[in-house]
């Protein structure tokens, strides 16, 4: 991503006029160079990639506001489950035109974010697409030498804990969809207005990273669905686990959903959108990692216990039966 | 980027099949976590992100190791241009649906050429997408503290030197759909081939990172034609140029395409994806750097001078006369 140097090319002309004003870290030179630097660090620089594409991560008709802070923050929230700090980020950005009224709050939205986060544009660019509008973002964030919070260090006998609230942004895009939670909700405003928002606009807990950090032997973002991505954290730790499905945590909103029978618990843990950190907390820990969550300003939950095995993690209900689950996460392919 | 947990996912079992035999780098973890690592370097990390896109950057039948190709070595040029070793990179990519014959050799391509330049793959991510493929970068490097090369540090009295040939690929581009250029070495399969080849597989300048870095006081890859990246240099370094038409290097395929008047010049200077170097090289250095780049194996050929004032660059017949340019570069948007 580049500002203008002779300004023949109209692309340069966008860059520096929507983002140019993002890039204030020094490393990204104003956008006026082709690559941008981070200084050396003593720290492990944590890496990660993310894309989302209109019509399958968001909607054409999503607030751009709203899909800039979704993009970012869900590197963001990838970047607290591994117990990294942000240090900033590079865009690429696939659209079909220049679009003043969309890029406008678009770059708004994702520069409110990059201050907010502390985590700064350095570079990137933009490419022209006939297809869905791409926002592409790869994110770097710091942790001490070795101390990244890996998928595979859970034990037999770690709690599973996991932040905030479970389920709420896949009833959020049910109730942009019209679905039955939208019925079941229909004389409340604000519900719905909190439901879609959580959709619309992750929340990621990234004051929680260092507790993370400090206690957490496994950690995962829950993106893909709290019962998918479980299954994947106990894969990689070649662990199984048990889950007392009373104990997940729902928003009030979600929790009457339930309760009216709209939708059921399986599409709370498998919808996906929550970017919630689940992970796992040897039990030694766990009074300290919830001292440490509470001054975070994070609330979490405990939900069920790592066991040994390879079987998939069982969901159990309050009288330790079984509650079944037909598919664990939302896959693309 | 992460390979198959508990396996629920097309999309990890896709990742893990094709892509994370290429996860060699120990900061990779083999593709089974969230994030990866860049361990802590003395040296300044440079970042670089680039995207195509099938349909603008590509061809739709372009074979697919070219476009993984193509995709890593946009980068890789960059780094080069910056003065920068190759450290690594993210990957993500959006596909329509998990083609076999199309990943395959895509994910051989990109392969190959992570190990041929020493750029390991280390995460990313598929999306699925109704749109075009659309391939998205982030390229890592490493440069001493303090020494990348900037565009800006162009000074009057500067040679201006560019590596390889230029206006290849543009032909290539043209040859490929039916243009001028294919009429004129209609009898020459080979010329078509080389020429369509630099369209399709760039061949970045790494070897001559350390002599840019060493004797450049600016440069910048050229990637959307000579005079456009040129004109963008001079700009950012608060200079012009005169560049001499004739000195321009050409390859034999360009040179006997431009006799034929098939094409002008300005084609060849503002096609874009040469992926040549362009740098600025102070006078009393520019025979030590084209020592460096004899040794490095590059061609370096000076096609002009730097001169003070804010006019666009000049590119000058035999006899003086501007050359008139008409347009500089590609641009989106």
């Known amino acids: 991503m580049t500002a203008p140097g002779a300004g023949p090319s109209g692309e340069d002309a966008l860059i520096a006029r929507y983002f140019k004003p993002l890039a204030t870290d020094p490393g990204a030179f104003g956008l006026l160079d082709d ?22 991560h ?8 709203a899909v800039a802070r979704k993009a970012l923050r869900r590197n963001l929230s990838d970047l607290a489950a591994k117990g990294a700090a942000p240090a900033g980020f590079l865009l690429t950005l696939a659209l079909r035109e220049a679009d003043e009224a969309w890029l406008t709050p678009f770059a708004r939205g994702l520069g409110e974010d990059a201050r907010q986060y502390g985590c700064p544009l350095l ?4 490419v022209s697409t006939p297809g869905p509008i791409m926002v592409s973002i790869s994110a770097f964030g710091h942790v001490p030498p070795g101390s990244i919070v890996h998928r ?11 932040t905030g609230t479970i389920g709420d942004a896949a009833l959020g895009l049910d109730i942009i969809r019209g679905g039955a939670a939208a019925s079941v909700l229909a004389d409340n405003a604000g519900a719905r207005e909190m439901l879609v928002g959580r959709y619309r606009v992750p929340q990621p807990r ?22 998918g991505d479980l299954a994947k954290l106990c894969a990689a730790s070649g662990v199984s686990a048990a889950i007392d499905v009373a104990s997940i945590p729902l928003s009030a909103a979600a929790a009457a959903v339930l309760a009216r029978r709209a939708v059921g618990i399986e599409a709370l843990v498998s919808g996906g959108d929550d970017y919630e950190i689940l992970c796992a907390i040897p039990e030694s820990r766990f009074d300290a990692f919830a ?24 969901f159990l209900d309050a009288q ?14």
Request: hydrophobic letters at 45%; charged letters at 25%.
């Open 206 to 227: 990234n004051s929680l990273a260092k507790a993370v950090r400090d206690h957490a032997s496994a950690a995962i973002d829950v993106s893909d669905g709290l019962a």
């Open 152 to 162: 595979s260090g859970a034990r037999p006998g770690d709690r599973i804990a996991v």
């Open 320 to 333: 330790g039966r079984d509650v079944p689950l037909a598919h664990l996460a939302y896959s693309h392919f």
């Open 123 to 126: 570079g990137g660019e933009t």
């Open 35 to 56: 690559a941008a630097i981070l200084k050396p660090s003593r720290d492990d620089l944590v890496l990660k990639t993310d894309a989302i594409v209109e019509g399958v």
């Open 58 to 65: 968001f909607l054409s008709d999503d607030p751009p506001e």
């Open 291 to 314: 001292e440490a969550a509470g001054l975070a300003g994070v609330a979490v939950s405990s939900i069920g216990i790592v066991i040994s095995g390879a079987s998939e993690p069982k």
